[in-house]
T-cell receptor, first 114, second 112 residues
Framework: EPEVTQTPSHQVTQMGQEVILRCVPI?????FYWYRQILGQKVEFLVSFYNNEISEKSEIFDDQFSVERPDGSNFTLKIRSTKLEDSAMYFCASSVRLAGDPEYFGPGTRLLVL | QKEVEQDPGPLSVPEGAIVSLNCTYS??????FMWYRQYSRKGPELLMYTYSSGNKEDGRFTAQVDKSSKYISLFIRDSQPSDSATYLC????????????FGAGTRLAVHP
């Protein structure tokens, strides 16, 4: 069964460093998302992406964050200058179509900023 | 008032019990409702997906939506120890780009 994959599974970085989290969405899906989950808290929406453009972003998704689909399969989240509070699980998700289609999540990348 | 409220539990039941998990919401624009299961330190796994009020059944799982009361439920019949996980409700309005709003999750433990 097709699934969303994410790499790396764990990433430890120093505050102020740049990190890139990678995702391979399900192959026929057109809509891509990033969410994050701080330990013990809710899953929170960060950004949605379609047709090589950001379609919606949350207040969390400030100028330190960017997303890109560098080729036909990968979808990346970049954090330019990490802060301690960026430590969280980051989940990539994808869906076939627009609103109403369920989103399928990847296993997540656990990011720890020291 | 939070957009989506979900009792965090934990909920502990014996194997074979019927489990009822619930969420309430305040935004009447929500039209699509999902239940995800999340094992510890893993990604959310889609369990059920519903649109509009009514019931939807899939094996041991039944999802119920009552839009008039802004209340959704997930029932698990004949619960198994492997059902032990955190259950997340999520919802999104029609139109827009599927920005899911999640509940806090209910932790369920099914003991043999």
């Amino acid at each position: 069964e097709p699934e969303v994959t994410q790499t790396p599974s764990h990433q430890v970085t120093q505050m102020g460093q740049e990190v890139i989290l990678r995702c391979v969405p399900i192959s026929n899906h057109l809509y891509f998302y990033w969410y994050r989950q701080i330990l013990g808290q809710k899953v929170e929406f960060l950004v949605s992406f379609y047709n090589n453009e950001i379609s919606e972003k949350s207040e969390i998704f400030d100028d330190q964050f960017s997303v890109e689909r560098p080729d036909g399969s990968n979808f990346t989240l970049k954090i330019r200058s990490t802060k301690l509070e960026d430590s969280a699980m980051y989940f990539c998700a994808s869906s076939v179509r627009l609103a109403g289609d369920p989103e399928y999540f990847g296993p997540g990348t656990r990011l720890l900023v020291l | 008032q939070k957009e989506v409220e979900q009792d965090p539990g934990p909920l502990s039941v014996p194997e074979g019990a019927i489990v009822s998990l619930n969420c309430t919401y305040s935004n009447s624009a929500f039209q699509y409702f999902m239940w995800y299961r999340q094992y510890s330190r893993k990604g959310p796994e889609l369990l059920m997906y519903t649109y509009s009020s009514g019931n939807k059944e899939d094996g041991r799982f039944t999802a119920q939506v009552d839009k008039s009361s802004k209340y959704i439920s997930l029932f698990i019949r004949d619960s198994q120890p492997s059902d032990s996980a955190t259950y997340l409700c999520a919802m999104t309005p029609s139109g827009g780009y599927n920005k899911l709003i999640f509940g806090a999750g209910t932790r369920l433990a099914v003991h043999p």
